[in-house]
């Protein structure tokens, strides 16, 4: 293993069957340390917070190690249980407070 050319050693960056480049967040040695993909760090740092459970992070061109953040969305898995409209009001209010709290307050774009 340590001879072989096409190995690359432990740097801190690898990725996975998929093509998503994960990125070594906490120090460690084999399965101790921790690894985070690289598209979800760099929507992270564009949106100062850590994503949510219901977010997910797409890639407008298909190209998974394409990690620009010109080149990610923000996707938002979560929907109402019903479809009753009071339950698609409380739904819209939960998204403005997450994604665009000024409307709430009356502040256009």
Known sequence: ??????????TGVKSDKY???QIRVVS?????????YEHRIVMEQM?????????S???KNGVRN??????????SKAQPAGQRVEDKVEYAL??????????LLGVSA
Request: proline share 4%; charged share 25%.
């Open 1 to 10: 293993m340590y001879n072989d050319p096409n190995k690359i050693m432990n």
């Open 19 to 21: 093509g998503y480049v």
């Open 28 to 36: 460690g040695n084999g399965s101790k340390g921790k690894y985070k």
């Open 47 to 55: 949106i100062g917070r850590e994503l949510l459970q219901s977010e």
């Open 57 to 59: 992070v797409h890639h």
């Open 66 to 75: 394409d990690n620009r953040i010109q080149n990610l969305e923000l996707w």
């Open 94 to 103: 939960e998204i403005l407070r997450v994604y665009a709290p000024k409307y």
